[in-house]
């Protein structure tokens, strides 16, 4: 079945440190992969996707690369944000005709400070 | 700009008890979906409805009823709480033509069942 890993966290950083989080997927064909953050007491909400092999996704200073051949989409961000302090989740989606359903990592808590 | 909106945000039940879970979403979305997140485990998919009048198990349906009232509205029903459904539980949207993927969250319900 599909299945996402993501490292564990907390992960605490220093305002302005260089930021990966690591995800890794395993799935038959080709799903599309996402990144979604959650910030306190909130809902999740779409971060970032990517559809296809070497397709890049960003959005507010985050990137990640779609890589087929290491089935890896990992959130880099140059510099971080006390601001960015949130729990993130990697997640696939394969197509099947019957809405969106995602297939979600654990999550991987952030936490940046001054 | 209200998006999705669960109710009721808290809820402590004791074992055996029943209640529902209200969602709707003004967004004019075909699909709807309920998750519960837990602790090192992530979001995990109960129910879904791709379209008005369908509904599909996810990955942990025992022990919940789901009813699609209409486009607007997706409650998820416990009718004999167990302190393993303790958890937060997050109802979600989806459906703009062009961003496949992109669920809308609601900001959740936390339900401890003692």
């Known amino acids: 079945g599909n299945s996402v890993t993501q490292m564990e966290g907390p992960v605490t950083l220093s305002e302005e440190a260089f930021l990966t989080i690591n995800c890794t997927y395993t799935a038959t064909g080709y799903p599309s992969l996402f990144w979604y953050v959650q910030y306190p007491g909130e809902g999740l909400q779409l971060l970032l996707k990517a559809t296809k092999a070497d397709d890049k996704g960003s959005n507010k200073g985050f990137e990640a690369t779609y890589r087929k051949e290491t089935t890896s989409f990992h959130l880099e961000k140059g510099s971080v944000q006390v601001s960015d302090s949130a729990v993130y989740f990697c997640a696939l989606m394969r197509l099947t005709g019957g809405g969106n359903k995602l297939t979600f990592g654990t999550g991987t808590q952030l936490k940046v400070e001054l | 700009n209200a998006g999705v909106t669960q109710t009721p945000k808290f809820q402590v039940l004791k074992t055996g008890q029943s209640m529902t879970l209200q969602c709707a979403q003004d967004?004019?979305?075909?699909?709807m979906y309920w998750y519960r997140q837990d602790p090192g485990m992530g979001l995990r998919l109960i129910y879904y409805s791709a379209s008005e009048g369908t509904t599909d198990k996810g990955e942990v349906p025992n022990g919940y009823n789901v009813s699609r009232l209409n486009k607007r509205e997706f409650s998820l029903r416990l009718e004999s709480a167990a302190p393993s459904q303790t958890s937060v539980y997050f109802c979600?949207?989806?459906?703009?033509?062009?961003?496949?993927?992109?669920?809308?969250f609601g900001e959740g319900s936390r339900l401890t069942v003692l």
């Open positions: 967004m004019n979305h075909n699909s």
């Open positions: 979600a949207s989806s459906g703009v033509r062009g961003r496949t993927g992109e669920l809308f």
